[in-house]
Every structure is written in structure tokens, then in C-alpha cells.
């Protein structure tokens, strides 16, 4: 399983970007999916998850800024990031948990916000 993750870039403080996580195959039906991100130096934090049935959790440091959804008709996964802060600066990594045991990561994309 490969996960695709697109839509990282460069922006200034208070603007906005739009995540998308693609997996291959026929897992997205069924996985539970999420966004986590990390800095050099720092462990990976957990941004937004939504669970194969649709209910949602967000960090508390991204709440209200941060909407995570998915697209179960495309297969797509997104993170649409508003009010982005120069400290959202990180590699965001989509994951899909498939069971208990076995969770897929993607390369990563990286988000950029300048002051």
C-alpha cells in the first residue's frame, strides 16, 4: 500500500492550504486515516484523524484552524489547514490504519509558513 500525499507549499502566516492523501489500492473504504507532522528534532504529532465511518478528532493545537475529511467517491483524503501559523511548519504525513496491528505511512509533504 502507497500512500500519495500532495498539496504542501509555501505561505504566510494567516493563509491557507489543502492536503490530500491518496491511497492505492482498496483499502480507503475500510481504513481510518489521519495527518501527522514533525519537525526536525521533534517526535511526530498527531494533527486529524477520521475514522472509516466519518467521525473526526483534531489536535487541540490545530482546533478550529485545521478540518480533516475524506471523499470516500474519489478515495481521497484532506486536511484543509486555515489560519496557518509559522509554528504549523512541519513534514505532514497521511497514514491509513487498516487493523489493530498494521497502519501505512506516506512520504510526507511539507508545509511552509513564513511570518
Known amino acids: 500500500v502507497q500512500l500519495q500525499a500532495s498539496g504542501g507549499g509555501l505561505v504566510r502566516a494567516g493563509g491557507s492550504l489543502r492536503l490530500s492523501c491518496v491511497p492505492s489500492?482498496?483499502?480507503?473504504?475500510?481504513?481510518?486515516m489521519g495527518w501527522a507532522r514533525q519537525t526536525p528534532g521533534k517526535q511526530r504529532e498527531l494533527v486529524a484523524s477520521?475514522?472509516?465511518?466519518?467521525?473526526?478528532n483534531v489536535a487541540d493545537s490545530v482546533k478550529g484552524r485545521f478540518t480533516i475529511s475524506r471523499d470516500n467517491t474519489s478515495n481521497t483524503m484532506h486536511l484543509q489547514m486555515n489560519l496557518l501559523k509559522p509554528e504549523d511548519t512541519a513534514v505532514y504525513y497521511c497514514?491509513?490504519?487498516?487493523?489493530?496491528?498494521?497502519?501505512?505511512w506516506g512520504r510526507g509533504t511539507l508545509v511552509t509558513v513564513s511570518s
Open positions: 497514514n491509513a490504519k487498516i487493523s489493530r496491528y498494521t497502519t501505512y
Open positions: 489500492g482498496s483499502i480507503f473504504s475500510t481504513a481510518d
Open positions: 477520521i475514522a472509516h465511518g466519518g467521525s473526526t
